[in-house]
């Protein structure tokens, strides 16, 4: 591809035509910032400060999706697989029966008791939903 946008170069970027397509200033490896040129894993909260800008001002100003990560593509990749794996983590250690008296109480393992299908039975019988039926088998 083109020379310019190897990581470590020290030629300095065409704002002018990065600004005309401000997707252009994100690549796999990095993001160049469209103030000062600098080239950065991401564009950090911190280094907007320094411009006397923030995020939203910045995405606003160049005219980025206000939901645009201002990091190398690679950098959101392995953000947004973290988040995955943290998410699913969480969710596996999240176990609803120890959270939840009312599930502990009812044995969480068996959603139906054995006393709550007698209850049950009990009712249908006595409502006439259901004939009484031999027992002995
Ligand atoms: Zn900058």
């Known amino acids: 591809m083109r020379k310019e946008t190897t990581p470590g170069s020290s030629s300095p970027p065409d704002l002018g ?7 252009r200033a994100i690549d796999e490896d990095g993001i160049f910032c469209l103030i000062c040129g600098g080239r ?5 909260n911190t280094h907007l400060a320094s ?11 160049f005219g980025y999706n206000p939901g ?15 988040a ?7 969710h596996i250690r999240l176990r609803p029966v120890v959270n939840e008296p009312e599930l502990r109480r009812r044995g ?3 959603p139906i008791a054995l006393e709550e ?7 249908q019988l006595k409502t006439g939903l259901r004939r009484p039926q031999l027992v002995a088998e």
């Open 68 to 82: 645009r990560a201002l990091m190398a593509f690679a950098l959101r990749r392995a953000y947004a697989e973290r």
């Open 17 to 23: 035509v990065l600004r005309e397509d401000p997707r």
């Open 51 to 61: 411009h006397g800008i923030t995020s939203g001002d910045y995405k606003e100003r």
């Open 117 to 123: 299908r007698l209850t049950r039975r009990d009712l």
């Open 84 to 90: 995955i794996r943290v998410g699913l983590a969480a």
């Open 40 to 44: 950065f894993r991401q564009l950090t």
């Open 108 to 110: 969480g393992v068996r």
